[in-house]
């Protein structure tokens, strides 16, 4: 591991593999390009981050390209998350212009600056698609976010994260059809991003306590505005976990619970129902 302006930057251990092998199989030079080009679109993400003054934990370079792991304290909210899910593919979009500059300007020309832009415009092709944790499945987790509880979308992102990784599996064998052999990079891809997103899933319960942590924090820095309030209506008899599944990234809420016969019977604020929740949770932990 090392560290670039106080970043840790780390190699998942089958990128490393993916680097041996291209050393056996005379593609190093190749992959090297591709590392710098992937290591650009990270240090855009994490410095877009720091720039909406969010602390970067870590960035680790993955199979198919790298994550910047920046911190959830609260204050990442959707708009923050899509300028820095942008902010990756931006760079390899300028790279791309760069390397047209210099070809227009005479100082580049042959098969390495159209490998550099063609390798640019598939980094930013295959990170748009809607599978975490490329940038975008975590663009479209975050547009949802704006009109749907955020339980529901960290459930239906996952899920489209695992069919679309199943898409790509499947879509590895299409060669087979032309009598071609399997892309096995491609495969590797696929199965990969299959199973982070299959064991994600299993996580959900884990990464919501995570989110309710979260707001618990923030909102014990800063008051809601009234801006953003929304009010919920909920059953008294209703379990308060479910009642907080219903809580929407962008909004604070003032939950309304009422009984069977539709009668108010008292206005709380999510914080309250958080802390009880949480509070509960670590009463029976313990026991």
């Known amino acids: 591991m090392i560290k670039i302006a106080g970043i840790p930057v780390s190699f998942h251990p089958l990128f490393v593999i ?34 909406l003054g969010l602390n970067v ?18 204050r990442m909210n959707a708009r923050k998350e899509i300028g820095i899910a942008l902010a990756g593919p931006l760079q390899n979009v300028i790279l791309a212009g760069m390397g047209l500059l210099m070809h227009a300007a005479g100082w580049w020309n042959g098969a390495s600056l159209t490998y550099f832009i063609e390798a640019n415009m598939l980094i930013v092709l295959f990170n748009l698609l809607p599978i975490l944790p490329l940038d975008g499945g975590k663009i479209g987790q975050a547009f949802f976010s704006l009109f749907l509880p955020y339980h529901t979308t960290l459930l239906w992102a996952t899920r489209i994260s695992i069919v679309f990784s199943g898409l790509l599996i499947a879509y590895s064998f299409y060669p087979l ?4 052999g399997i892309q096995l990079n491609l495969l590797m891809v696929g199965l990969f991003l299959f ?17 309710l942590i979260g707001r618990q924090r923030l909102f014990s820095d800063y008051k809601p505005s009234a801006r953003n309030a929304q009010p919920l209506v909920a059953d008294s008899a209703k379990p308060l976990d479910r009642i907080l599944r219903l809580l929407r990234r ?10 069977a016969k539709g009668e108010l019977l008292e206005i709380v604020p999510e914080q309250k129902m958080i802390d009880l929740f949480l509070n509960g949770l670590a009463v029976n932990h313990g026991k």
């Open 250 to 259: 962008e909004k604070y809420h003032f939950v309304y619970v009422v009984n």
């Open 57 to 74: 934990l870590s960035i680790q370079l993955l199979p198919f390209g790298g994550v910047a792991v920046v911190e959830e304290d609260g």
């Open 195 to 211: 199973y982070s997103n299959w064991v994600d899933h299993g996580n959900i319960p884990f990464r919501f306590i995570r989110f």
């Open 177 to 180: 059809l032309d009598d071609r």
């Open 18 to 51: 993916i680097m041996l092998t291209s050393v056996l199989t005379g593609h190093f030079a190749e992959l090297i390009v591709l590392f710098g080009i992937v290591f650009v679109h990270e240090l855009g993400h994490a410095a877009a981050a720091r720039m």
